[in-house]
């Protein structure tokens, strides 16, 4: 190789992971241990109060959005536990233990035994929100957020965010209701 080639190949050794690596988008930290509410990372605040249409002030919980926020956009795998694809019950049962320090069961069909049953208008961060998809009783389970906002792992488009009340999501709205102190293990 002549002197320019090595040079070349020695700059692009350097730059390209470099370059590369500056196209990802920053994930949010989570800060804290579970069970903690720890204040929110300003850029996360910003996002999230966005989408919900919600004041910055009322993103309180910093674990909660930095764990939606890690993620947000992974896509959809029946039995997935991981960044490579998680289902609908595996997101609520990270979610609740890695926020709020609660084991809950890892199957949709046996959380819905672990709830207190409330109003949709009595629903707050953290609640679990059930559907009947496919004509089977509690087979899609959601995380209420708040302004009736949830988080869920769609089969067609991953972890996302989206209104309650959406036309293609309340039709098949089925329960709702917060984790029962009883019927669950607080992670120590």
């Not at 700059?11 to 800060?31: G, N």
């Not at 084991?103 to 949709?108: C, D, E, G, K, Y």
């Not at 708040?146 to 488009?157: D, M």
């Not at 293609?168 to 709702?176: G, L, N, Q, V, W």
Request: net charge positive.
């Amino acid at each position: 190789m002549t002197k320019h080639h090595n040079l070349f190949y020695l700059l692009a050794i350097f730059f390209v992971p470099l370059i590369l690596t500056s196209c990802h988008s920053r994930k949010a930290a989570m800060k804290g241990q579970p069970g903690e509410v720890v204040k929110p990372q300003m850029e996360v605040a910003d996002k999230y109060s966005q989408i919900m249409g919600v004041n910055k002030g009322d993103i309180e919980n910093g674990r909660l959005y930095a764990f939606i926020d890690q993620w947000m956009g992974v896509p959809y795998k029946f039995g997935g536990l991981d960044k490579d694809g998680v289902d609908c019950s595996g997101l609520v049962y990270l979610l609740e233990q890695e926020v709020y320090g609660i084991t809950i069961p890892r199957m949709t069909s046996k959380q819905i035994t672990v709830i207190k049953r409330k109003y949709e208008e009595d629903l707050k961060e953290g609640d679990l929100v059930f559907f009947d998809f496919d004509g089977k009783q509690f087979s899609h389970v959601g995380v209420y957020l708040q302004n009736g906002y949830v988080v869920h792992a769609s089969s067609r488009k991953g972890v996302i965010i989206i209104r309650l009340r959406d036309p293609s999501m309340y039709k098949y709205f089925s329960r709702a209701g917060s984790i029962d102190i009883q019927s669950h293990t607080q992670v120590n």
